[in-house]
């Protein structure tokens, strides 16, 4: 099966693309919340979120001597400083200073405050910030699907690193279930959204929804909820 591949590198170049290495106080441009919202999610990409008092939840994506931190209203990129312990990042009025499992995080010169780490909502906050409409995932393989209504659906293979696109056509009503059915390069995909309470296995998160996707002879079974704006 065909697959696509994207380094993080890329991926972050993407989202940290019209933004420089400072604080921006104006929401991001049309240009860059666009290629937020198209930009795919790696997944060799380390995502965290922390939930921090003064600035709410933040997204930290991981690269090669840098983080990006993911705000509601901004995107911020830190280069990587010598730190006696943890991983430290800052550019002189902006620190973000991994002490696992938590954070300090001090922006726009203010003081330093302590982020709690959040890992069972990571991907879903960050999904949201990159302007996706639905999420879902499963496990037995590991996979997950972002639906931006509109534009496209992307499905992620962690077992394979395989990421596969393809247009999110309006979707279908079928029994009181939601169907997207499109053609990707590797094949037809559909995306069958069903009502009704959803568990993850080892997961105590209860989702509104259970997800079905096929990839050609192949079924992937989980749970999803939309969006929270």
């Not at 290629?35 to 600035?55: G, H, K, N, V, W």
């Not at 200073?97 to 010169?109: F, I, N, Q, R, T």
């Not at 879903?124 to 639905?134: E, M, T």
Request: charge should be negative; aromatic fraction near 8%.
């Amino acid at each position: 099966m065909p697959s696509f591949r994207f380094l993080t590198l890329a991926a972050l170049a993407v989202l940290a693309a019209g933004c420089a290495k400072t604080v921006n106080t104006a929401p991001p441009s049309a240009k860059a919340q666009t290629e937020a919202q198209t930009a795919p999610q790696d997944l060799r990409t380390r995502i965290e979120l922390f939930d921090c008092p003064s600035y709410g939840e933040v997204v930290v994506h991981y690269s090669f001597g840098e983080v990006t931190l993911i705000l509601k209203d901004r995107t911020l990129v830190l280069p990587q400083t010598p730190a006696a312990s943890g991983s430290k990042y800052g550019d002189g009025g902006n620190l973000f200073w991994e002490k696992a499992p938590d954070a300090m995080v001090a922006l726009d010169g203010k003081p330093q405050e302590t982020c709690r780490n959040d890992p069972a909502r990571a991907a879903w906050v960050d999904a949201w910030r990159r302007g996706v409409s639905y999420r879902a995932e499963g496990t037995d393989p590991a996979w997950w699907v972002d639906i931006l209504d509109g534009d496209h659906i992307t499905l992620g293979l962690h077992d394979g690193d395989d990421i596969v696109r393809a247009p999110a056509n309006p979707p279908k009503r079928e029994d009181g279930n939601r169907v997207y059915e499109s053609d990707s390069d590797d094949g037809k995909l559909i995306v069958t959204i069903t009502p009704g309470k959803c568990r993850i296995r080892r997961e105590p998160i209860v989702y509104p929804d259970t997800v079905t996707v096929q990839l050609r002879d192949a079924m992937f079974a989980g749970c999803g909820k939309p969006a929270e704006r």
